[in-house]
């Protein structure tokens, strides 16, 4: 397996760039994809927080990202996009096996399945992972989606969607995280059905 990049060279185009070659803290702040994990000592060095962990690039309303209003998806997504490893999943070829299986499923079988992933993965504070733990790519579209919309492990939904790391998932908050890669999985499986349709 080839290396991942930290601090993506400027000679390697952002095509060029897919989930086994980065990691959630890789930058290419050139193009404007960065990290938004705030450390203690990036917060110190920047003095501020949810700024770039490496140039600084102070790029998201998080007070807006905050309200965890569904309905406000699209500028959610959008502020998300800014960030290099959720960009690459928001464009990344899905494994072919991954779409078939995906394509089993109705929309509302989808999101019910979506539901018990994230509640087993993400749900309590026992299992407060590490990005690394929710497989970057595979069989499971799911996963593609929740690096996506940063519902993969705690810590990103820490940062992205100000949900304590320590605390259990309300019923509200996993519906939200729920709904996220739904709007996530419909985008990039445009013909995934619905209830009524044949199959
Ligand atoms: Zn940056
Ligand atoms: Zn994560």
Same mark, same amino acid.
């Given at each position: 397996?080839?290396?991942?990049?930290?601090?993506?060279?400027?000679?390697?185009?952002?095509?060029?760039?897919?989930?086994?070659?980065?990691?959630?803290?890789?930058?290419?702040?050139?193009?404007?994809?960065?990290?938004?994990?705030?450390?203690?000592?990036?917060?110190?060095?920047?003095?501020? =927080?949810?700024?770039? /962990?490496?140039?600084? !690039?102070? $790029?998201?309303? @998080?007070?807006?990202?905050?309200?965890?209003?569904?309905?406000?998806?699209?500028?959610?997504?959008?502020?998300?996009?800014?960030? $290099?490893?959720?960009?690459?999943? @928001?464009?990344?070829?899905?494994?072919?096996? !991954?779409?078939?299986?995906?394509?089993?499923?109705?929309?509302?079988?989808?999101?019910?399945?979506?539901? /018990?992933? $994230?509640?087993?993965?993400?749900?309590?504070?026992?299992?407060? @992972?590490?990005? =690394?733990?929710?497989?970057?790519?595979?069989?499971?579209?799911? #996963?593609? !989606?929740?690096? !996506?919309?940063?519902?993969?492990?705690?810590?990103?939904?820490?940062? @992205?969607?100000?949900?304590?790391?320590?605390?259990?998932?309300?019923?509200?908050? $996993?519906?939200?995280?729920?709904?996220?890669?739904?709007?996530?999985?419909?985008?990039?499986?445009?013909?995934?059905? #619905?209830?009524?349709?044949?199959?």
């Amino acid at each position: 397996m080839g290396k991942k990049f930290k601090r993506v060279p400027a000679d390697v185009p952002v095509s060029d760039l897919n989930p086994l070659n980065i990691t959630c803290g890789s930058t290419k702040c050139d193009d404007g994809l960065h990290c938004f994990k705030t450390s203690e000592r990036v917060a110190k060095k920047f003095g501020s =927080r949810g700024v770039c /962990k490496e140039c600084g !690039a102070n $790029l998201i309303d @998080w007070k807006r990202v905050y309200q965890n209003n569904i309905k406000d998806a699209k500028f959610i997504f959008k502020s998300m996009k800014n960030e $290099l490893i959720r960009h690459v999943y @928001w464009h990344t070829p899905i494994d072919r096996d !991954a779409i078939q299986i995906a394509l089993k499923f109705t929309r509302e079988e989808m999101r019910e399945h979506t539901k /018990k992933v $994230l509640k087993t993965k993400i749900g309590s504070s026992h299992n407060a @992972w590490d990005g =690394r733990q929710t497989p970057m790519t595979g069989k499971e579209i799911v #996963n593609y !989606a929740q690096h !996506a919309t940063a519902t993969c492990c705690r810590k990103c939904l820490e940062y @992205w969607h100000n949900i304590k790391k320590d605390d259990e998932l309300t019923e509200e908050q $996993l519906e939200f995280c729920t709904d996220l890669v739904m709007l996530y999985i419909e985008e990039r499986v445009p013909n995934i059905s #619905n209830k009524n349709d044949e199959k």
